[in-house]
């Protein structure tokens, strides 16, 4: 195990050279073309930015009915919409998580909409229970995270775990592990840390036993 821990340190740090390397051999002219992509991006981003949140974007809004919810899902490429009840305390918490992920993803529509004023659309959808997130992309749902069974089965998950839900759909922009829950991801960090000091450590030993040793 320590050989193979010491084996991907060493590639990762070859890898890191060579990028280096890469950056170094740059010339001006390759420089100034990177920073104009670089602007010309950001600039596409901040647009891309104020067009959703003209669009509603940014806020975790009710909605009428079944209309709306059509016009919104044409109007978003990306939309979370929580199907509620009124008398399922489950839902409030879905809209305390919901409330802070709309604010965290802009570039999401988040809604909410309750059932009985939508009874064709939750019958076409299968909905049959509180609550149910559905997933829209692109104007077609993709996926539903139906009660809590894929949030731990618990009530006090926490707002990462949801996040990180609505991410393994495409529905968010998402920079973590998909494969696992962030709580797992970030003991796996932690292992990795700990084993890469462990290995430096080992390093630093040989190379003061070299010294010795001359």
């Not at 073309?33 to 669009?55: F, H, P, S, V």
């Amino acid at each position: 195990m320590d050989q193979v821990l010491q084996h991907v340190a060493q590639t990762m740090e070859k890898q890191l050279d060579s990028e280096l390397e890469r950056l170094d051999a740059l010339d001006s002219s390759d420089l100034e073309a990177i920073r104009q992509q670089r602007i010309a991006e950001m600039k596409k981003r901040a647009k891309q930015k104020q067009d959703w949140l003209a669009n509603g974007h940014g806020e975790y809004t009710e909605i009428d009915g079944e209309k709306e919810f059509f016009t919104i899902c044409n109007k978003s490429e990306n939309v979370v919409c929580h199907f509620y009840k009124n008398d399922t305390p489950r839902c409030k918490i879905v809209d305390m998580h919901l409330k802070i992920l709309a604010k965290k993803h802009v570039e999401t529509k988040f809604v909410k909409l309750d059932v009985e004023r939508a009874p064709f659309l939750t019958g076409r959808l299968k909905i049959r229970v509180i609550p149910t997130i559905g997933l829209v992309k692109e104007n077609k749902t993709k996926d539903f995270i139906v009660g809590f069974t894929d949030l731990g089965n618990r009530d006090d998950f926490s707002t990462e775990v949801l996040e990180w839900r609505i991410a393994r759909s495409e529905l968010i922009e998402y920079s973590g592990d998909l494969m696992v829950p962030p709580a797992e991801a970030r003991k796996q960090r932690t292992l990795n840390i700990q084993s890469k000091k462990t290995i430096r450590g080992r390093q630093d030993s040989d190379d003061s036993d070299l010294e010795l040793s001359e």
